[in-house]
């Protein structure tokens, strides 16, 4: 009998000790992705930075797409060659949008669209922000968009 209550206390202390997720992977939306990425607007822009503590552009999709269970390449250029391609007018929450020949040729920057024509990104001058997508520095510079949730 003791070693039944031992063994089932020892199981109720694993589970208790578990951390609950009010959202799994396999249910994690665009939304769910961008009010991740929204928790980490005003950190610092850090070239090669892969943590909350500092992101580079590329560093900050991975690392939100990882909150949600899915695992991206590390650089903008390699993250352009993922999911579904989508039009500029067929965006929805959660899609990754590409910038070309902002510090280099090709595939220089990458960030997560929000909605109502706006993208969320880090970038080098301002750290984690939204920008317009059209328009401004971003406009000429917007080169295609990749959905990789669904």
Not at 102 to 109: A, F, L, Q, R, V
Not at 131 to 137: E, I, K, M, N, Q
Request: net charge positive; aromatic share 12%.
């Amino acid at each position: 009998m003791k070693k039944g209550f031992l063994l089932l206390s020892i199981i109720f202390l694993f589970l208790v000790g578990q951390p609950l997720s009010k959202t799994s992977a396999a249910t994690m939306d665009g939304n769910d992705i961008v009010s991740e990425a929204k928790q980490h607007i005003g950190v610092d822009y850090v070239f090669g930075g892969t943590t909350p503590s500092g992101f580079d552009c590329s560093g900050f999709v991975r690392y939100v797409y990882k909150q949600a269970g899915i695992s991206l390449p590390r650089s903008s250029s390699d993250q352009y060659d993922v999911g579904k391609s989508v039009s500029k007018s067929n965006l929805e929450p959660g899609d990754l949008v590409f910038f070309s020949g902002t510090y280099k040729s090709g595939i220089s920057h990458a960030g997560i669209y929000v909605g109502s024509n706006k993208f969320i990104s880090a970038s080098s001058s301002q750290g984690v922000k939204i920008d317009t997508l059209s328009g401004g520095y971003w406009g000429s510079k917007f080169t295609g968009a990749k959905r990789v949730l669904k």
